[in-house]
């Protein structure tokens, strides 16, 4: 189940999903829904391309490694650690459309630290739009920054056609929804029998955050 903004720690698929992606320089998006925090192994396909799957062992209501599901990745791949990945739907105002947005840990804590004076983000009427900077800092893919801009985030009443957007997007916790113990050891036998995946390109912000753990 997908956590209040306000309630989230901020601590420890195949589906295509619509994606917002950072661009380099200033960013805004209007956070709307949930918080969905969850931690991935992120594994490559036969297919080259890289898998998420959703580490069991992490409860995510509760924001804990819990151990209350077998997570049997470990006994496949001993070597794989998983990695924050929480998510929540957005507005993208450049197109006007509901997206998910795959959160930078650095930028959400920037945001839970902002949200202390502003309130809550996602309340309809006396939330704010999140503006931030993205900057590269070196050569590498993850050599990347991310800057809330304080200051220009402003309270802001969603319009009416807003608030339609966001009372009929799917719940994120919907978009990804948590596969049984049995559905993820099937997954991992057939990858490493070799057996071909149909595993969606992730989309430029997944790679940016695969990236990160290099």
Request: aromatic share 8%.
């Amino acid at each position: 189940m997908a956590l209040a903004f306000a309630n989230t720690a901020g601590k420890a698929i195949k589906n295509k999903l619509d994606s917002f992606e950072y661009k380099d320089g200033e960013n805004t998006v209007r956070l709307i829904g949930g918080i969905l925090p969850r931690y991935v192994y992120w594994l490559k396909g036969t297919n080259g391309k890289d898998i998420p799957v959703e580490c069991l062992a992490f409860d995510r209501q509760e924001e804990k490694f819990l151990n209350k599901e077998i997570d049997h990745v470990p006994s496949y791949f001993p070597d794989k650690k998983c990695s924050w990945a929480y998510s929540i739907n957005c507005i993208d105002p450049t197109d006007g459309k509901v997206k998910v947005l795959n959160l930078k840990k650095k930028l959400f804590e920037q945001i839970l630290n902002a949200a202390e004076d502003l309130g809550d983000p996602t309340d309809y009427d006396t939330g704010w739009d999140v503006v931030f900077k993205r900057a590269k800092t070196g050569p590498l893919p993850f050599n990347v920054e991310y800057t809330l801009s304080v200051l220009r985030c402003k309270k802001r009443v969603l319009s009416d056609a807003e608030k339609e957007l966001a009372n009929t997007a799917e719940d994120i916790d919907a978009k990804y929804t948590r596969p049984t113990a049995d559905q993820v050891k099937i997954a991992l036998e057939k990858l490493v029998a070799g057996v071909p995946d149909e595993a969606v390109e992730p989309s430029s912000a997944e790679k940016e955050a695969i990236n990160e753990l290099g």
